[in-house]
């Protein structure tokens, strides 16, 4: 079982005090701009699909020729924290998406995991201050702030919600299993166990519901599709993944959750400054709310 935080020593905070939370807000924020750049040309489940298989390609002939240890006994829970933390959550949000549901109710909906991660700590040992709560509601009204003026409700469609949801609910429980379960291993060839088993789940999906053909007739090779699957894979799937990984390993669950407050701040500013879309004082104000309330989380105490 994890340590508690009470009895963490100083190591387990060390990812706080580096750039590494930065590196993975970043690469985590851009998804929806990857999603707005890449879903005209493909449906969700095959561009999804094209992802995994694409980080596979780079990752497998890494895992075979430095040799990296493979993680015996704990390659069942791997995939089972793979298939919540990467296919479930994708699914999820990029249908939802797909669906017509707006990038800044998706990211409120979204945001809500760390809330629902701090209620779930205490199955895995871990205890949540007074302190970090209060931290957690200004990160969820700095996030409602980013976002109010970009939430369209007209049009929505249940499913669309039901979608988020169930991302929602898919990596908060990942991320917990995985904390639980399995924090430690190696990260190539972890992420190629929980890439291949979203790849095995997700193919069979595509091609129910999207009509996948083995020449992927759906698919506009546009550059611009081809720069959207290209970060998706080295910048999302490889890059914040292992940011990710490495985090939850040094870190309590509830500070690692708390950084997606972040996101959709640092997505509205991406999308002002590549699209032009607004972002006022009210997002301003919004996103000094959410960065205080994670560094309420995620500061030691004295």
Known sequence: MPETTSAAPAARHAGFLSPLPLFFVLLWSSGFIVAKFGLPYAPPLTFLLLRFLGVLLFLVPAVLILRAPWPHGKIGHIAVAGLLVQAGYLIGVWCAIRQGMPAGLSALIVGMQPILTAFAAPLIGEKVRPRQWLGLLFGIGGVGLVVAAKIRLVGLSLDAILLCVL????????????????????????????????????????????????????????????????????????????????LIRRNDATQVTSLMYLTPPTTAIMAWLMFGEAFNALGMAGMVLAVTGVIFVVKKPK
């Open 167 to 246: 991302a929602l609910l898919s990596i908060t429980a990942g991320t917990l299993y995985q904390k639980n379960y399995c924090p430690q291993f190696d990260l190539r060839v972890g992420t190629v166990i929980q890439f291949a088993s979203s790849a095995v789940l997700i193919l069979p999906l595509a091609i129910i519901f999207e009509g996948l053909g083995p020449d992927f007739a759906a698919v506009q090779w546009v550059p611009r599709f081809i720069g959207a699957l290209l970060w998706s894979v080295l910048g999302l799937s490889i890059g914040a993944i292992f940011l990710l990984f490495a």
